[in-house]
Structures are given as C-alpha cells and as structure tokens.
T-cell receptor, first 116, second 115 residues
Framework: NAGVTQTPKFQVLKTGQSMTLQCAQDMNHEYMSWYRQDPGMGLRLIHYSVGAGITDQGEVPNGYNVSRSTTEDFPLRLLSAAPSQTSVYFC???????????????FGEGSWLTVV | AQSVTQLDSHVSVSEGTPVLLRCNYSSSYSPSLFWYVQHPNKGLQLLLKYTSAATLVKGINGFEAEFKKSETSFHLTKPSAHMSDAAEYFCVVSDEEEYGNKLVFGAGTILRVKS
C-alpha cells in the first residue's frame, strides 16, 4: 500500500522557471490538498480538491496552480518560481466527509524545493 | 475562523521525565483536533485525534491529549520521554463548517530529549 506518493523529493529551481510537483494516492480518497511548510509557521494550505474536476484555493494560493483530472492525482504547478516559494511541500489526502467522520488525513513524505 | 496557538516553540526534557506540549485553539464551532509528529526530514505522522467522543484521547507511542472545552486547550502529554520522541510536534484544528478537510496548523513545538 503506497499511500500518498510525492515526487520529486528534492528540487532546485532557478527564479522564473516552472515545474510541477506530483502527488498520487492509491486509496481512492476524494479529498486531496497541498500545504507548504515554513519555519515557525506550521503548514499552510495552498489549494485543495474535494473530488475529480473540483479545486479551490486555500490560504496561500498565489503563484501556484492545480488541477484534478483523476481521483488519484493532484499535481501542483509553480508557474514562475520565486525565492519566496522555497519551502517544503506536503500533499495530503483523506476519504469521506471530514475528520469528524473518523477519517484520517494522510500526508506524503514531502518535497523540498529551493528556488535560487 | 479557527486558529491554533502552540505555547512553546521549544521544549527540552530529560529522558524518562514527563512531556507536556501545550496547545490552545480557537474555533467558532465544535472542532476536531489532532496532534501530528514530524521527525527530521520526514513526513507527518498522526499521533492522535479528537472528534467529539471521549475527551481524553490516547494515541501512539504512549502519548495522550485531553480536550478541555472550557479552557480551549488540547495539551499533549507523555509520562516518560524516550530519545526517539525528539521531533517537531504540530497541533492541528479542523472546523467541520469548512468543506474540504481544511486543516489549520500551529507553528510547531520542537521537543528535545536529553540523555
């Protein structure tokens, strides 16, 4: 059972370059989301999706784009990388209506991105 | 809107002594609360969760947390620290009125365990 798989684990980008962080889950989860982690700030929500074809913005969406063409995949695109996007990125997924339903949210192992 | 405050950015304990990591939350509705642990350069692992059942929640690795609505707190405790507990811990709140499993994270508490 692979769970939530993120690739790449490490990436260095030059300012202005674009790239896609991949996230895939094999648990048939409806809900998927992307967070970024910065020192002293915990994790902040970038974008989320409640099902295939449906996405919405989180707390810090600027500079990022997402799509959800399948249940399994939820890629995060950096349109024109900036040094402020240097961070650790986590993808998460869960099944069902929410945590109160008893559904656990699963996180990937993270993607370390450096923009120079 | 909900928020989470972790009262200590760093906590240092000796091996074998109790651990207390403090968390206060703010939520307009009855929240779900979680503690996650992150070891260096690793992903997030769920320690325990509160979802309006018993107020004392037991998690993995001997950790537990007590939901106190009157104090809006969800402190994490462990009777005896182990070296392997050294990690960063996040208190997290989820408001059921927000559709889509949106979580709000505290800033994190780094736990150091001295031998």
């Amino acid at each position: 059972n692979a769970g939530v798989t993120q690739t790449p684990k490490f990436q260095v980008l030059k300012t202005g370059q674009s790239m896609t962080l991949q996230c895939a889950q094999d648990m048939n989860h409806e809900y998927m989301s992307w967070y970024r982690q910065d020192p002293g700030m915990g994790l902040r929500l970038i974008h989320y999706s409640v099902g295939a074809g449906i996405t919405d913005q989180g707390e810090v969406p600027n500079g990022y784009n997402v799509s959800r063409s399948t249940t399994e995949d939820f890629p995060l695109r950096l349109l024109s990388a900036a040094p402020s996007q240097t961070s650790v990125y986590f993808c998460a997924s869960s099944y069902g209506q929410g945590p109160r339903s008893g559904n656990t949210i699963y996180f990937g192992e993270g993607s370390w991105l450096t923009v120079v | 809107a909900q928020s989470v405050t972790q009262l200590d950015s760093h906590v240092s304990v000796s091996e074998g002594t109790p651990v207390l990591l403090r968390c206060n939350y703010s939520s307009s509705y009855s929240p779900s609360l979680f503690w996650y642990v992150q070891h260096p350069n690793k992903g997030l692992q769920l320690l325990l969760k509160y979802t309006s059942a018993a107020t004392l929640v037991k998690g993995i690795n001997g950790f537990e947390a007590e939901f106190k609505k009157s104090e809006t707190s969800f402190h994490l405790t462990k009777p005896s620290a182990h070296m392997s507990d050294a990690a960063e811990y996040f208190c997290v709140v989820s408001d059921e009125e927000e559709y889509g499993n949106k979580l709000v994270f505290g800033a994190g508490t780094i736990l150091r365990v001295k031998s």
